[in-house]
């Protein structure tokens, strides 16, 4: 299994695989900073199977060593020698560390994204070891799997909210970083991952007399090669990086003659080099793009983005066109439609264009009763606080809106409370749905960002006309 594993905690390795970045790079671990031997040499075999298997990439495996350095202090502090004798309880205590460590190069606290991927070394190697040392790692399983989900406050990871995606692509036309301005384009149109992005090739392209244009790329995550049809406005971003990197592949030697994202690096023990984009720069830029343009949710904050929100708004925008998972599954690359539905296909438009056959809308909210609110303890919290908690500026909601103290996600993220079943509006809210219907078919005649934006436009639009239609017919009555 381990055949021909290097000697020693030292270890120089060779990136061999002719689709990476870092094709023919030469990588230095060091593993003596584990003081257990026991758990460097669980480290070290998971290390080595997974290079000689190409399951990781190397510049993966040498961060997960990199990282792996704070469990070693957290180990170290905890008189923990061994991980078959890791607990719950010390998962628990490891995040609880991670919290606390501050970065050396930085002297601030560690990141999120980047106490994730320490509590991720661990997590995979342990899960690792499951299979192929079964002996050396807990025989129960120690990790709830949420260890993660819901705490970050300060990444968000679902589709891009409508208001925000118009202020990212009206701030676009004005942006001067042209990996930015063309890539978002790229990372919208296509819901490549940021890793592919980054190593697109300059033959990369090439239009179909039929079908268009046609973008090829090698999906790392797969290991295949992917070739998905792309839109016009795609391929004049891809077209606009070729053309304007081409003075850097004149420069470079062959190892980096044929990639589009490189640039001069301009700080740092490789400033002046012409070098690849890396993933870490990139997530920089679109920070500082965010910031600069002024970027902000609907909470008012800075929005925080991330490239994997693009390849979920594609994924969201495509469904809620009535697209199904197969052709999704198709243009993200992912091995199953199961994958697609689970992780990246919500509702959008199709949404709000199909649940407004649900909306409860009355025209006394005084005479709510069972027949509207089925649920019986639903129905007495309502009566409790319709003038307070369940009032909202265009309706009410008619369930609790904060449930064992988390604020319900249609309102808190998408704000789409009108495609809730449990949201009822009433005709003296009937003038606030006029004024927003008028804004968005203003915005839909201006068209100004494009058919990404108006094609989940157009179903709100419709929702909205029918909840007037409705509110107008019981004034009328009335």
């Known amino acids: 299994m381990f055949d021909n594993m290097p000697q020693g905690d030292k270890w120089k390795l060779v990136d061999d695989d002719e689709n990476s970045v870092n094709y023919e790079e030469k990588f230095n671990f060091d593993f003596s900073y584990i003081e257990s031997e026991e758990i460097k040499k669980v480290v070290k075999s998971y290390v080595w199977r997974n290079y000689k298997e190409n399951r990781n990439s190397l510049r993966y495996l040498y961060n997960q060593v990199s990282s792996f350095k704070y469990f ?3 180990a170290v502090q905890n008189n923990i020698y061994s991980l ?17 460590q501050v970065s050396e190069r930085t002297g601030e606290p560690l990141s999120y994204r980047f106490q994730r991927h320490c509590f991720n070394s661990l997590k995979q190697v342990v899960q690792w070891g499951k299979i192929y040392m079964p002996d050396m790692v807990p025989k129960k399983e120690i990790f709830a799997g949420n260890e993660f989900t819901g705490v970050n406050k300060n990444r968000e990871t679902d589709f891009i909210p409508d208001n925000v995606l118009r202020q990212i692509n009206s701030a676009l036309k004005e942006e001067e970083n042209p990996y930015i301005k063309y890539g978002f384009v790229i990372l919208q149109t296509t819901g490549m991952r940021i890793s592919d992005m980054l190593n697109l090739k300059e033959d990369c392209l090439e239009q179909h007399p039929i079908s268009g244009w046609i973008l090829s790329w090698y999906n790392h995550k797969s290991r295949k090669p992917q070739r998905n049809k792309v839109p016009k406005e795609c391929a004049e971003a891809v ?4 053309e304007g990197t081409e003075k850097y592949r004149e420069e470079v030697d062959s190892e980096l003659e044929d990639y589009i994202l490189i640039h001069r690096v301009p700080t740092g023990p490789k400033a002046g080099e012409i070098n690849n984009i890396s993933p870490e720069t990139y997530r920089k830029w679109i920070d500082n793009f965010v910031e600069e343009h002024n970027i902000r ?4 904050e800075l929005y925080n983005l991330t490239p994997t929100q693009f390849r979920r708004t594609l994924a969201t925008d495509m469904y809620s066109e009535g697209r199904n998972l197969l052709d999704i599954k198709e243009v993200l690359g992912h091995s199953s439609p199961e994958t697609t539905g689970k992780h990246y296909a919500d509702i959008k438009g199709k949404e709000r264009a199909e649940v407004f056959n649900e909306i409860g809308i009355i025209g006394d909210i005084n005479k709510v009763n069972q027949e509207v609110i089925e649920d019986k303890k639903t129905l007495e919290w309502f009566e409790e606080n319709k003038d307070s908690k369940a009032r909202m500026v265009d309706g009410y909601c008619t369930k609790p809106i904060e449930e064992e ?16 079943k449990h949201y009822i509006t009433t005709p003296e809210y009937l003038e606030t749905h006029k004024k927003h219907l008028k804004e968005l078919q203003k915005e839909l005649k201006n068209n100004e960002y494009g058919k ?17 239609a409705r509110l107008e017919e019981i004034q009328n009555v009335s």
Request: proline share 2%; aromatic share 8%.
């Open 239 to 242: 077209q606009n990086l070729i």
């Open 84 to 100: 078959k004798n890791l607990t719950n309880d010390d998962v628990e205590k490891f995040l609880s560390f991670l919290a606390t």
């Open 72 to 74: 070693n202090q957290f």
């Open 405 to 420: 103290g988390k604020v319900c996600d249609r309102l808190k993220k998408k704000r789409q409370c009108f495609t809730c």
């Open 452 to 468: 990404h934006y108006a094609d989940h436009l157009k179903p709100i639009i419709e929702v909205l006309k029918e909840i007037i």
């Open 297 to 300: 949710g609907s909470d008012g």
